[in-house]
């Protein structure tokens, strides 16, 4: 095997998913265990009015994603997952989890589309 930059990457890859995998858990623990709803459904840094209501998707979108990231892992570890099924399996783990999350944060803020009523203003026959 000779080092260039397609074998460093490679290597950058796989060691991301540690920390990834961390994160994604640490996540999910703190939304199960220590009821912390800090980090659900977060849209533009703000939380839901009830993040409570959401807390569930969002520690099954933890716990799945960093539970295939863990198979991944282990599978490159004990050889059984070539680099093609390996980076794929990451690959696309980490793009759904990143949609799911974003659809989640959506519908967790809905938009409200408030009517701009003024009775109080006469409307002339200009339409002014």
């Not at 994603?65 to 050889?79: P, T």
Request: charged share 15%.
């Amino acid at each position: 095997m000779v080092f260039d930059v397609s074998v460093a990457l490679t290597w950058v890859l796989f060691l991301a998913l540690f920390p990834i995998a961390f994160f994604w858990f640490r996540r999910a623990w703190r939304i199960i265990v220590r009821r912390d709803f800090s980090d659900v459904a977060l849209k533009r840094g703000e939380s839901p009015a009830n993040p409570q209501k959401f807390a569930p998707y969002t520690a099954a979108i933890n716990l799945i994603a960093g539970g295939v990231i863990v198979v991944a892992i282990v599978g490159v570890v004990i050889g059984h997952y070539e680099y093609e099924t390996w980076s794929a399996m990451a690959g696309v783990t980490i793009w759904c989890k990143f949609f799911a999350d974003f659809l989640l944060s959506r519908h967790a803020h809905p938009i409200i589309i408030a009517k701009h009523t003024h009775p109080e203003r006469p409307v002339d026959g200009a339409g002014r």
